[in-house]
């Protein structure tokens, strides 16, 4: 399996500046999100061009990078209904030119009534806010299969598909051949329940048999009653199950740092890669 890195961990910079620091440690790949990763963009829509585009994706092949996702997630149940249309125009500029960029999907996750915190309010779980939901990424699939291209959706225990059989219901329902999977499983995970982590990604490898793209890679510990995440290789996920899991069920996916800390990737890198290797 191929491991990637969010490049915006490495901090802001130039594409080749993120480019040379992700083959140093060995990436395969990345998510790019550009105005989290690249100087002066903004990342609003009407900012890319071909040209733009090309230089992005070149400064990643040049150091035989895949560009596996491009993230550009956004909330869409935030109460700034102006931002919502701003941020569902740049994730269908981003669709468009997903081939240009030789981009695998175009990522998001579905949002909190919580606006910009992304996290719990007892009206994501409600059927308005699915509504809201289906809406809104019913339109991108149908937008993404004008165009040909690929995009993925995420859940989170926070999040309005706040448990892997909410995100798949969703993605039933909007039934397009376009639209794929992301799986974090630690973003599923609280207090009261990260005991059965195993469970739930079981449930989840089962729901989204066959159409996951994206396995992000966390770790964690817990502290002061709640969940933290760590280094990679240094908390609680048993990693020899997990990868184990994921090539069986998802071998073609993309294995994805995210939140990494650069002191921390070169550790994590040769942990992940080591068991891999061993299965």
Not at 54 to 73: P, Q, T, V, W
Request: with cysteine; charged share 25%; glycine share 6%.
């Amino acid at each position: 399996m191929k491991i990637g890195v969010r490049v915006h961990d490495f901090g802001k910079s130039d594409a080749l500046t993120l480019a040379t620091k992700a083959q140093a440690v060995g990436f395969d790949a990345v998510q790019f999100v550009i105005n989290k990763a690249i100087e002066g963009e903004s990342g609003k829509a009407g900012t890319l061009n071909d040209e733009k585009v090309k230089a992005f994706r070149e400064a990643f092949e040049s150091h035989n990078l895949k560009i596996a996702m491009l993230g550009a997630y956004f909330n869409p149940v935030h109460s700034n209904k102006e931002l919502v249309s701003e941020n569902i125009a740049k994730f269908k500029e981003h669709l468009l030119y997903e081939k240009i960029f030789n981009a695998g999907f175009v990522g998001s996750e579905t949002g909190s009534f919580n606006d910009d915190k992304w996290t719990y309010n007892p009206l994501n779980r409600t059927p308005e806010a699915y509504q809201e939901v289906l809406r809104i990424f019913k339109d991108i699939a149908n937008y993404a299969e004008s165009v040909g291209a690929n995009f993925a959706l995420e859940g989170a225990y926070g999040h309005c598909m706040f448990e892997p059989k909410a995100l798949k219901k969703l993605v039933d329902e909007i039934n397009s051949p376009n639209l794929y999977y992301i799986l974090d499983i630690y973003n599923y995970l609280s207090i009261d329940n990260y005991e059965n982590y195993k469970e739930i990604f079981e449930e989840a490898l089962k729901l989204f048999k066959g159409r996951i793209v994206i396995f992000h890679l966390k770790d964690f510990v817990i502290e002061n009653g709640a969940l933290k995440q760590c280094c990679i290789g240094k908390g609680l996920f048993d990693y020899d199950y997990l990868l184990k899991r994921m090539k069986e069920e998802a071998p073609n996916a993309y294995l994805i740092f995210e939140g990494s800390k650069p002191e921390d990737m070169e550790f994590s890198y040769n942990f992940v890669k080591s068991r891999l290797n061993n299965l």
